[in-house]
């Protein structure tokens, strides 16, 4: 089974996150080491550093969604869906660089 992650980011006080497509192409797939995916309530900052074509931004996991395809003489997939929600939290308090 084949897994690609797509994370999207909640501002805070809107209703619906941002689809700015894929910010961190990730593709796990059998025999390859597994990729750690965040859990609800973990932190998360994305840094695209580059060009600037992907958005950057950091929150609180918010939610996550599987979502399973399958079809005969294809390999199954899986897309996963993580909400990263804007929060107030001083991310100083978090972790110690």
């Known amino acids: 089974m084949k897994y690609f992650v797509d994370y999207q980011y909640l501002p805070k006080g809107a209703g619906r996150p941002h689809d700015d497509g894929e910010m961190m192409p990730i593709e796990i797939s059998e025999g390859h080491p597994q990729s750690l995916l965040p859990n609800v309530g973990d932190y998360v900052q994305i840094s695209n550093l580059?060009?600037?074509?992907?958005?950057n931004f950091s929150g609180r996991v918010r939610s996550r969604l599987f979502r399973y395809f399958r079809k005969e003489g294809i390999e199954s997939t899986c897309?996963?869906?993580?909400?990263?929600?804007?929060?107030?939290?001083?991310?100083?308090?978090?972790v110690k660089e």
């Open 79 to 94: 897309a996963v869906n993580i909400v990263v929600e804007e929060t107030d939290d001083d991310w100083g308090l978090l």
């Open 50 to 55: 580059g060009s600037g074509e992907y958005a």
